[in-house]
């Protein structure tokens, strides 16, 4: 018999004990995988292409409180800027459902293709878009879930402004990170509301990298100690932004992946603590034979070892197979749109089980190396 064969056989000495040793260990980091790439996720939210030249403008006080139409005029006239949309929340029910599955905004049809140049349509979506004046434009994502298809009647209920919208699809979209949204003109909102004086917040196109930070100061300066104070800020830092409302996330996900891993170890270090102690005899005898004690910490550093990373194998590989293959906007109802295991994450979860298999092997082993052949010998006769 080999000294690889006799780790072996003394793993799986206990195949039950063994299995549920080896399951415990890949849920635990399975579910340690999933939380750091959900963090990851929400906090840092996929960069959409073009994203380095578009600007959000919203009123200072909050996201909620709606900018009056008479800025327009005054941020377009700011050199550096492009393209300029109003974007307003319209916070619609489909279908009577008891939440909004998708959001929708609106804006201006003609500076769809300026500002979001990544959202690709085929046929003639854009056009249809800017000719009727109760078109809209649907996310893939959103168009594939409730089996919608151009020229197509959906019905919003809003829960903000009174009564209900009626639009007709004049294109499906895809291309960006979040094919969900559904865009529609801001000027049939104005009409149904009655009320054309004021916009959610205003969404611009710089035209270049270096035009960024003048005019996000411009558009600051422009409207400071006025009635409707802006902060203009770049898309990624308006995301970070947004995320940020959702309380300290990072510290919960934190603490909730603190736990798991400490509540691993003690399970694994619990059930290589009772295979060392069964086989106090054995080990015995092989101090008798000549064997030290560092080949001894060998022969339990590897079975540890060795566990831990078959369960590493399992855990990883199977959230990583499970979010790369899988259909995650059907796993989290629409909440994510993506989960991408990155190797980051699959280093750090392969990292904690490599010092799992050691530290479960700490205490066995200095049981070992307190042991006499003596009062080993003497043990479960």
């Given at each position: 018999m080999t000294i690889p064969t006799?780790?072996?056989?003394?793993?799986?000495?206990?195949?039950?004990?063994?299995?549920?040793?080896?399951?415990s260990g890949a849920v635990s980091l399975f579910l340690l995988v999933t939380l750091q790439v959900a963090l990851r996720e929400l906090t840092l939210p996929p960069q959409s292409a073009g994203a380095e030249l578009r600007v959000a403008v919203r009123n200072k006080i909050s996201i909620t409180n709606p900018l009056p139409v008479r800025q327009r005029g005054i941020i377009e006239k700011i050199p550096g800027v492009e393209a300029v949309t109003p974007f307003t929340w319209f916070g619609g029910k489909y279908k009577g459902e008891e939440g909004m599955s998708f959001a929708q905004f609106a804006m201006d049809a003609d500076k769809l293709h300026s500002v979001f140049?990544?959202?690709?349509?085929?046929?003639?979506?854009?056009?249809?878009?800017?000719?009727?004046?109760?078109?809209?434009?649907l996310g893939k994502i959103?168009?594939?879930?409730?089996?919608?298809?151009?020229?197509?009647?959906?019905?919003?209920?809003s829960t903000i402004y009174p009564g209900s919208l009626s639009f007709h699809i004049a294109g499906i979209y895809f291309g960006t990170p979040d094919d969900r949204n559904?865009?529609?003109?801001?000027?049939?909102?104005?009409?149904?509301?009655?009320?054309?004086?004021?916009?959610?917040?205003?969404?611009?196109?710089?035209?270049?990298?270096?035009?960024?930070?003048p005019v996000i100061k411009a558009i600051n300066a422009a409207f400071q100690n006025t009635s409707a104070e802006v902060r203009a800020e770049s898309?990624?830092?308006?995301?970070?932004?947004?995320?940020?409302?959702?309380?300290?996330?990072?510290t919960l996900i934190a603490s909730i992946s603190t736990?798991?891993?400490?509540?691993?170890?003690?399970?694994?270090?619990?059930?290589?603590?009772?295979?060392?102690?069964?086989?106090?005899?054995?080990?015995?005898?092989?101090?008798?034979?000549?064997?030290?004690?560092?080949?001894?910490?060998?022969?339990?550093?590897?079975?540890?070892?060795?566990?831990a990373v078959a369960g590493a194998l399992l855990g990883i590989g199977g959230a990583y197979c499970l979010y790369t293959f899988g259909d995650i906007g059907k796993m989290t109802a629409g909440i994510f749109v993506s989960f991408e295991v990155t190797p980051r994450i699959m280093g750090v979860a392969a990292l904690v089980a490599a010092l799992l298999g050691i530290i479960a092997a700490v205490a066995p082993s200095l049981s070992v190396a307190r042991m006499s052949v003596v009062n080993g010998l003497k043990t479960l006769d």
């Open positions: 006799f780790i072996l056989k003394n793993a799986l000495r206990n195949k039950r004990r063994a299995l549920l040793s080896i399951s140049g990544e959202a690709k349509m085929n046929g003639d979506g854009y056009e249809k878009f800017n000719a009727t004046k109760d078109a809209c434009v959103t168009a594939d879930k409730y089996h919608l298809k151009v020229g197509d009647q959906m019905t919003l209920d559904m865009l529609f003109r801001q000027d049939y909102l104005d009409e149904s509301i009655g009320e054309p004086g004021y916009v959610g917040m205003w969404w611009l196109k710089v035209k270049s990298a270096d035009d960024m930070v898309e990624r830092n308006f995301q970070l932004g947004f995320i940020s409302m959702l309380g300290n996330i990072k736990v798991v891993v400490f509540t691993l170890v003690l399970v694994t270090a619990s059930t290589m603590s009772m295979a060392v102690r069964e086989r106090f005899r054995e080990l015995a005898i092989l101090k008798a034979l000549g064997f030290r004690r560092r080949e001894l910490f060998a022969f339990i550093l590897a079975e540890s070892f060795g566990l």
